[in-house]
């Protein structure tokens, strides 16, 4: 069973930069897409970012597109969400989720494997 731990989350103000962790283990983290999702308080959860399991292909939700990086070390079995120039509207807990397939990663079904979140505050 795969294990999936988020950490660095935090309060920052709007400006600032955050880098969010994901730690995987139980499994084999280099078969794995690995995506970001978010949720803010009374919203549905929704797409922040994904990285397939070669590391070279990443899709971004539009709202974060020149904000957020999104990259995976397969040596450590972590993967990374960079986020710089955060708004108020980021504000939300940020979920990582890992999945055995290639495609769809935008969507929540193809993920296997989900985190307990970490909780990220933007300050204006």
């Known amino acids: 069973q795969v294990r999936v731990v988020e950490s660095g989350g935090g309060l920052v103000q709007a400006g600032g930069s955050l880098r969010l962790s994901c730690a995987a283990s139980?499994?084999?983290?280099?078969?794995?897409?690995m995506g970001w999702f978010r949720q803010a308080p009374g919203k549905e959860r929704e797409f922040v970012a994904a990285?397939?399991?070669?590391?070279?292909?990443?899709v971004y939700a539009d709202s974060v597109k020149g904000r957020f990086t999104i990259s995976r070390d397969n040596a450590k079995n972590t993967v990374f969400l960079q986020m710089n120039n955060l708004r108020p509207a980021d504000t939300a807990v940020y979920y990582c989720?890992?999945?055995?397939?290639?495609?769809?990663?935008?969507?929540?079904?193809?993920?296997?494997?989900w985190g307990q979140g970490t909780q990220v505050t933007v300050s204006s």
């Open positions: 990285v397939r399991r070669n590391g070279a292909t990443t």
């Open positions: 139980g499994g084999t983290f280099g078969s794995l897409s």
């Open positions: 989720a890992g999945s055995f397939s290639n495609y769809g990663l935008t969507e929540e079904s193809p993920y296997n494997y």
